[in-house]
Nanobody, 126 residues
Framework: QVQLVESGGGLVQAGGSLRLSCAASGRTSSSNTMGWFRQAPGKEREFVAAVIWTDGTYYADSVKGRFTISRDNAKNTVSLQMNNLKPEDTAVYYC????????????????????WGQGTQVTVSS
């Protein structure tokens, strides 16, 4: 079993920055894909970013160039640095983990993830 705990959400003005962190415990390692998703009120959960076992990274077009995902294998954490935030980035952000080592499937779909955190609210004011 894997537990994921997010932190770092909050209220920020447009153009500002936030850094989200996700602490993983249990059966995770650098071979597992980790991702961030978000869900705004009345909308479906959407992919934000992912880091795979090669340390390769993937981003949604809407955040490319503004967000950076990274992982610290020694601390078993994954972070999401969010810069130049926009009001449309307002959502609950979720950390997710895939349990299959060296996963080669589509990392941008929520169906690829087996474990989820409780979410952290990010609100960007205009």
């Amino acid at each position: 079993q894997v537990q994921l705990v997010e932190s770092g959400g909050g209220l920020v003005q447009a153009g500002g920055s936030l850094r989200l962190s996700c602490a993983a415990s249990g059966r995770t390692s650098s071979s597992n894909t980790m991702g961030w998703f978000r869900q705004a009120p009345g909308k479906e959960r959407e992919f934000v970013a992912a880091v795979i076992w090669t340390d390769g990274t993937y981003y949604a077009d809407s955040v490319k160039g503004r967000f950076t995902i990274s992982r610290d294998n020694a601390k078993n954490t994954v972070s999401l640095q969010m810069n130049n935030l926009k009001p449309e980035d307002t959502a609950v952000y979720y950390c997710a983990a895939n349990r299959t080592p060296y996963y080669r499937g589509d990392v941008s779909t929520w169906r690829s993830y087996d474990y989820w955190g409780q979410g952290t609210q990010v609100t960007v004011s205009s």
